[in-house]
């Protein structure tokens, strides 16, 4: 499909917001509480955070959400019933505010999802799932996204990107997918046609810090490397990094039961747990933080672009943002690629 | 810290200690735990008001605790866990000396745990201003109020476990939360699971908190769970006695009395 480009007046967001509720969409949209903001089923449009870089969590939770139920069960006399998760359930989403490294995160994400195993659940979700794209017009010194192919007006993974043509300007739309396409439909009058082209000097400069080719090339011959422990000694091995990023698709599954009835639930984990490698036996074959915080790094520069073509990473700097002991990926992977093996 | 530097040079040298754990400038306005081992390192050493993270964390750290005795700049709030965590028998003087860093900011250094328990047990816990309102705020509330306002709270927890990977009492090899044979705690980020985890959390660090806020600053929610723990030092305070880690390890909440108040428990 060829991007269509529309102009979207300033005040016609909060219109094109009524539409969409009056056309019974949920609208997920970021939402700020104690400084922190994360994507929430919204009403109504001034309840929306504005200004934020990038929000405090990714919007992954709207595929992949942190607790998902797969199934039913209850024991009887006559044996064991089990009931699936009903997919005709999951209902039609806009994810409203997502940022291009956001947004981008998305396709990999799916090439996970859909690697051997197609995830029905996940795959159902997504296709329920109208993302609304926003440009980035600021960056701070935590992102990177044009160090692993991306850029603040990339419009990978977003059905419409809105860019904000100057602090109190309009916005310009670029309708991508089908999906898009048919929420212009429903308010055909707010897209206005345009001639405007070049968004480029509305998106924030942000310089390539490393190249994630070469890390990716490097990490081959380094997973002996002494830099594993030296980043991860203060490393607490928890879940913050893992959890925030829009691309981290581990889980646990756990049953959850009471009595002889209960439900099977697919929960978030982390790498970074020193749980999360322990055989049956005892075994830990990832039983120092260096070997997590290095499957970390690997899994995403080096095992990711192998078998599934794609990088890990969006540069989005959530996980530096959330890190309660300043592990920053960005400081990390520079020093990868200095460091000589 | 001239002082620090120096004397984590010294010690080094003098092979006194293996590894030294303090701060460094981190990247942004962010400081960070160092861990110096060369004594080169040791310039690398800072200390101002932003060097807030409780580094007691680290000391029972098995990466940490492996490379041998260590040395530890530590505040106020990082001393007072190394006495609760001598009292549990996880640091002792042949593992660990400490370097304090009096509320005045001047390098103190210890002979022996003792030394720092004397130290430490001058300076009451105080709650902060600021939460001491809010705790009043929730005790005024109706049991209704206050339940709609801890599921609220909680509601954006996903179980990331920052904060009880930073608190340093948070040290059990396998914590109740990662049992699932049986399983205690509903493993989900849901409401029951979020309420059911950090009730217990709070239940399980009455009388061993020392109230340092390290769980609620490595929230990257910003969860005020601290509000949690900060309640129990009040009640605990109140039914049995003012509280202050101590060598003794006359733990509040494991210590039975013959003369206990509490008849039923006789
Ligand atoms: S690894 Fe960090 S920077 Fe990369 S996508 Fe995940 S959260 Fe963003
Ligand atoms: S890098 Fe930071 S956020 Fe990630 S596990 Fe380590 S301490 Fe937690
Ligand atoms: S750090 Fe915050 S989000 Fe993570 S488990 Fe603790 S309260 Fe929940
Ligand atoms: S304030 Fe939080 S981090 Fe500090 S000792 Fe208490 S529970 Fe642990």
């Known amino acids: 499909m060829n991007i269509d480009k529309r102009l979207v007046r300033k005040d016609s967001l909060e219109k094109l917001f009524d539409i969409l509720k009056r056309n019974s969409k949920t609208i997920y949209a970021p939402f700020t509480k104690n400084g922190k903001s994360t994507f929430r089923d919204t009403e109504s449009f001034g309840a929306i955070s504005t200004g934020?870089?990038?929000?405090?969590?990714?919007?992954?939770?709207?595929?992949?959400?942190r607790t998902e139920k797969l199934l039913d069960f209850s024991k009887s006399k006559e044996g064991?019933?089990?009931k699936g998760t009903d997919l005709n359930d999951i209902p039609d989403v806009i994810l409203w505010g997502v940022r291009p490294c956001d947004a981008s995160g998305i396709g990999e994400l799916s090439s996970i999802f859909n690697w051997d195993y197609k995830d029905e659940i996940y795959i159902n979700r997504l296709s329920k799932v109208t993302v609304f794209g926003f440009s980035c017009s600021k960056s701070d010194e935590y992102c990177f996204c044009t160090s692993v192919g991306g850029n603040p007006g990339n419009t990978a993974g977003s059905d419409i990107l809105f860019t904000l043509l100057g602090e109190e300007g309009d916005y310009l739309a670029e309708i991508i997918t089908e999906k898009g396409l048919a929420v212009v439909d429903l308010a055909q009058n707010l897209f206005e046609k345009t001639d405007i082209s070049g968004k480029e000097k509305f998106l924030a400069e942000l310089p390539v810090k490393f190249s994630h080719e070469d890390i990716r090339l490097k990490l081959d011959k380094f997973f002996e490397s002494k830099e594993w422990i030296e980043q991860s000694l203060r490393c607490l091995g928890c879940g913050a990094c893992a959890y925030v990023c829009?691309?981290?698709?581990?889980?646990?599954?756990?049953?959850e039961a009471h009595g002889k009835k209960g439900s099977r639930v697919r929960c978030w984990d982390s790498c970074g747990?020193?749980?999360?490698?322990?055989?049956t036996s005892g075994y830990n074959p990832r039983n120092v933080q260096s070997a997590r915080w290095r499957q970390r790094i690997m899994h995403k520069f080096s095992y990711m672009p192998e078998r599934l073509s794609v990088y890990g990473c969006t540069g989005c700097g959530r996980c530096s943002r959330a890190c309660p002991v300043d592990m920053n990926i960005l400081e990390h992977l520079i020093s990868i690629q200095e460091v000589t093996v | 810290m001239v002082d620090l530097i120096k004397r984590a040079k010294e010690l080094l040298e003098s092979s006194a200690v293996k590894v030294v754990i303090g701060y460094e400038q981190g990247t942004g306005n962010k400081t960070r735990a160092l861990f110096v081992e060369k004594t080169e390192d040791a310039d690398k050493l800072i200390f101002d008001s932003r060097c807030i993270q409780n580094l007691a964390a680290y000391v029972t750290k098995k990466e940490v605790k492996e490379k041998g005795k260590m040395a530890i700049a530590a505040t106020l709030p990082v001393m007072r866990s190394i006495i609760q965590l001598a009292s549990e028998f996880q640091v002792n003087d042949n593992n660990l000396l400490v370097l304090g860093i009096t509320p005045e900011s001047n390098l103190i250094e210890f002979a022996?745990?003792?030394?720092?328990?004397?130290?430490?047990?001058?300076?009451?816990?105080?709650?902060d201003a600021r939460n001491k309102e809010m705790l009043d705020k929730l005790a005024k509330m109706t049991s209704a109020e206050r339940w709609k306002f801890w599921v609220d709270e909680l509601a954006p927890c996903f179980k990331c476990y920052a904060c009880r990977a930073a608190c340093p009492m948070c040290y059990c090899s396998r914590c109740t939360v990662d049992f699932n044979q049986p399983q205690w705690i509903p493993v989900p980020s849901t409401e029951l699971g979020n309420l059911e985890w950090h009730i217990m959390r709070a239940m399980h660090l009455t009388g061993r908190c020392i109230d340092c806020d390290a769980c609620y600053n490595a929230c990257p929610l910003s969860i005020p769970i601290n509000l949690l723990t900060k309640r129990m030092l009040v009640d605990a305070k109140e039914h049995f006695g003012n509280y202050q880690p101590s060598l003794k390890g006359d733990n509040l909440m494991s210590t039975y009395k013959p003369d206990d108040k509490e008849n039923f428990i006789q």
């Not at chain 1, 934020?52 to 959400?65: C, G, L």
């Not at chain 2, 022996?112 to 709650?127: A, D, M, S």
Request: proline letters at 4%; a negative charge; hydrophobic letters at 40%.
């Open chain 1, 52 to 65: 934020y870089i990038q929000t405090t969590e990714s919007a992954k939770d709207i595929a992949f959400p």
């Open chain 1, 80 to 82: 064991m019933s089990v």
């Open chain 1, 246 to 255: 829009p691309t981290c698709a581990c889980f646990d599954i756990q049953d």
């Open chain 1, 273 to 279: 747990f020193s749980h999360f490698t322990v055989h």
């Open chain 2, 112 to 127: 022996n745990l003792v030394e720092v328990e004397t130290f430490v047990h001058q300076y009451q816990i105080e709650i």
